[in-house]
């Protein structure tokens, strides 16, 4: 959400590191739970329904593009009824 921040008040004045995760899914399955990856929006209902289904833990690990904003957001300073909804 920082990156959101910057671009949406700061003019896209871009600062920070690109952070890398471990792999979720294997790390997951290594304590004995299970994994799920979703990368398409047409895998989230299968990836909910499995995870309902499954009698054990489950971890859904939903993978978004990095320039994908986050709505509804408050901004800084401002109360909820200032929320944003999303940007056209």
């Known amino acids: ?10 003019k896209k004045r871009y600062s920070g590191v690109e ?5 979720f899914v294997k790390l997951v399955e290594s ?17 909910i329904e499995k995870a309902i289904a499954t009698d054990n833990v489950v971890f859904i690990d939903f993978r978004v593009e990095p320039e994908e904003n986050v709505f509804p957001m408050v901004p800084a300073g401002e109360a909820l009824n200032r929320m ?5």
Do not use: C, H, S
Request: glycine residues 8%; charged residues 25%; without cysteine.
């Open 19 to 23: 952070l890398y995760n471990p792999d």
């Open 84 to 88: 944003i909804e999303g940007l056209a």
């Open 1 to 10: 959400m920082v990156r959101q921040w910057q671009e949406l008040f700061y």
């Open 31 to 47: 304590y004995g739970a299970v994994g799920i990856r979703v990368t398409k929006k047409e895998e989230v209902r299968p990836a």
